[in-house]
């Protein structure tokens, strides 16, 4: 099979170049698969120089990497679109393709190359924009997050620096961040604005964003006071998290009719914001007369007052799973609460007693940091125990034979077991299924016989 043509290597080099990195493993390994020739040769040789490249840029640009894709929370944060980064790599290693193997290396010998390249790659960004950053890409941006990239390059060795010590600076306990300090002395040095951008970019690395607040209130002695943080550079990192604990609560809903998944999306935002606000409450001295804090008050106060509407009807759909009704006894006059077996079981209001149940068991640490976690657990034991005890008196009746439809009141049962076990009391539920499991059985033999 003749070779590849001059015209074919660039066309498929240029391809290859656009191939998202799973894409890109995917042909290496499939292209050994399709058979010999010296073109398939040719474009597995094209492929793995992509990979070499690609692995290189990764660490010469490591600290900035998550700068060039979204937050996965949504929290507002300092991003640029991913195309750059090829561009940024092909302008930063021209004239230094001799030096580029020593990135293959795992010594200090990388970082000098590293950071060589990343001071290449802001030297041509402001010499040739166009090149880099087209006008017709992000145009209603493009000038000032220009700006914000070159700068963050021109941060790039004491980035790599301060993402290695991250871990150790976001550990809980231990106050002496000299360390930090000093790297954020280091970058003021470079640009006015350094301080700020060098942690904009250790937020970039977070999954967590909440966990931002440890590293701006460790920036000085005095940033964890609410009162000076809101009048100095960092606020807008604090502002942020505050921001998003809001946007969070007052979106959050809870829809019974979602099942599992709707149960999932409003507790882990509500988990979310609670984290945030712990975080904040450990990491801030706060100042009742400060902006965040009065922002934070009306926050709690409402969802905190959305939580016990929710909690009201998750108690009231839990329990009327296991409904009663007032029966004579002995054909006199007195007469008690029993078990209902007359009223249907309605397939959809079953599904909806179970997520209520979930949610109300799911809220446990939503509940503790909104200041209503007693009443919760109230609930929850409470409607525990009445539904167990419903289930007991409800399997006496099915085997002494006192229910009018013996199939509907089993799957009646089983339906509240199966809120018990939402509720996560598993003892209780796993009691009721074992003795369901032979209730009945008895008369079903007397009926046999």
């Known amino acids: 099979m003749a070779a590849l043509s001059t015209a074919h290597r660039a066309a498929l080099t240029a391809l290859v ?3 998202p990195d799973a894409v890109l493993t995917r042909l290496v390994r499939v292209v050994p698969q399709m058979g010999g020739g010296e073109r398939a040769g ?20 490591s600290p900035l990497l998550p700068l060039f894709q979204p937050r996965e929370d949504g929290v507002e944060g300092l991003t640029f679109p991913r195309v750059l980064l090829g561009r940024l790599w092909s302008a930063g290693v021209q004239g230094q393709e001799a030096h580029l193997p020593l990135l293959d290396e795992r ?3 990388a970082d000098r190359v590293a950071d060589r390249l990343c001071r290449a790659a802001a030297g041509a960004l402001r010499d040739r924009p166009e090149q880099i950053w087209p006008t017709g890409l992000t145009p209603e941006t493009r000038e000032r997050d220009l700006a914000e990239l070159a700068g963050c390059l021109d941060l790039a060795p004491l980035a790599r620096q301060a993402a290695r ?8 306990g231990g106050d002496d961040r000299t360390d930090l300090r000093l790297l954020l002395k280091d970058a003021a040095a470079v640009a006015p604005d350094g301080a700020t951008r060098l942690i904009e970019i250790l937020f970039a690395h977070l999954a967590e964003a909440p966990a931002i607040l440890r590293i701006v209130t460790r920036s000085s002695a005095a940033a964890a006071r609410e009162e000076f943080l809101e009048g100095s550079e960092l606020a807008d990192f604090v502002a942020r998290i505050v921001r998003a604990v809001r946007v969070r609560t007052e979106g959050a809903v809870f829809d019974p009719d979602g099942g599992e998944e709707a149960v999932a999306a409003t507790v882990d935002g509500l988990r979310w914001a609670a984290d945030a606000l712990t975080q904040i409450d450990i990491s801030l001295e706060t100042d009742p007369a400060g902006d965040w804090s009065r922002e934070i008050g009306v926050v709690r106060r409402g969802l905190t007052a959305r939580l016990g509407v929710w909690m009201r009807d998750a108690d009231r759909a839990v329990r009327a799973a296991a409904p009663r009704a007032r029966v004579r006894l002995g054909g006199g006059r007195n007469s008690r609460q029993a078990p209902d077996f007359e009223t249907p079981l309605d397939p959809a209001a079953a599904r909806r007693a179970v997520a209520h149940a979930a949610f109300l068991s799911a809220l446990r640490g939503p509940a503790a940091t909104f200041g209503c976690e007693g009443d919760r657990k109230s609930s929850l034991e409470a409607a525990t125990s009445e539904l167990s005890d419903w289930a007991d008196e409800a399997i006496h009746a099915v085997n002494a034979g006192d229910v ?13 077991a199966d809120v018990l076990a939402a509720l996560e009391a598993a003892d209780a539920a796993r009691t009721v299924r074992r003795r369901l499991a032979v209730a009945g059985a008895h008369q079903a ?5």
């Open 404 to 416: 009018p439809d013996e199939d509907a009141a089993l799957a009646r049962i089983a339906h509240v």
């Open 445 to 449: 033999e007397a009926r046999s016989a």
């Open 42 to 61: 040719e474009l597995m040789a094209i492929l793995e120089e992509a990979m070499r490249n690609r692995r290189r840029r990764a660490v010469a640009f």
């Open 165 to 172: 010590q991250l871990p150790d600076w976001l550990k809980a």
């Open 17 to 19: 170049d656009q191939c």
């Open 107 to 109: 010594d200090g010998s």
